[in-house]
């Protein structure tokens, strides 16, 4: 389930992101979509290729990843995230859900370490504002 307000555009300085064509209220799950989850040993093949930018760690103990097949993967990030993400590992997928209320034309963000309040860096230099 994707909502259908959600669209992918160009954004300056990050390639592609997400954005709404509507105003969505805080708490809202935007986006439930299924994973692919791949082996250790895949991941760390991954790894080595363009796809490390679109892959999530997957398990309790991430030692697996998982290619997210909705928009997932599109999000940026930020320090600052407007959406939270969500796995299920049991059900194999995730889940896109608003912090806050979006306004129209937004872009959504979400942090890439997996916690809103951790600001550890990431693996590519992050573009401020």
Do not use: Q
């Not at 994707?2 to 709404?20: E, S």
């Not at 760690?57 to 993967?73: K, M, N, P, Q, Y």
């Not at 995730?94 to 979400?110: A, D, N, P, V, Y």
């Amino acid at each position: 389930m994707i909502k259908p307000y959600l669209y992918v555009d160009k954004t300056k300085g990050k390639g592609r992101g997400v954005f709404t064509k509507e105003r969505i209220p805080a708490g809202t799950r935007i986006e439930t979509s299924p994973v692919l989850v791949l082996s250790y040993d895949d991941t760390e093949i991954v790894d080595k290729t363009k796809l490390h930018n679109y892959i999530f760690l997957w398990g309790v103990r991430e030692t697996r990843s998982c290619i997210a097949l909705g928009l997932c993967s599109i999000y940026n990030h930020s320090y600052d995230p407007n959406c939270v993400y969500e796995m299920d590992f049991e059900e194999e997928t995730m889940s896109i859900i608003t912090r806050r209320e979006i306004k129209k034309g937004e872009e959504l963000c979400i942090n890439y370490n997996g916690d809103v309040t951790d600001s550890s860096p990431v693996w590519f230099d992050v573009r401020k504002k």
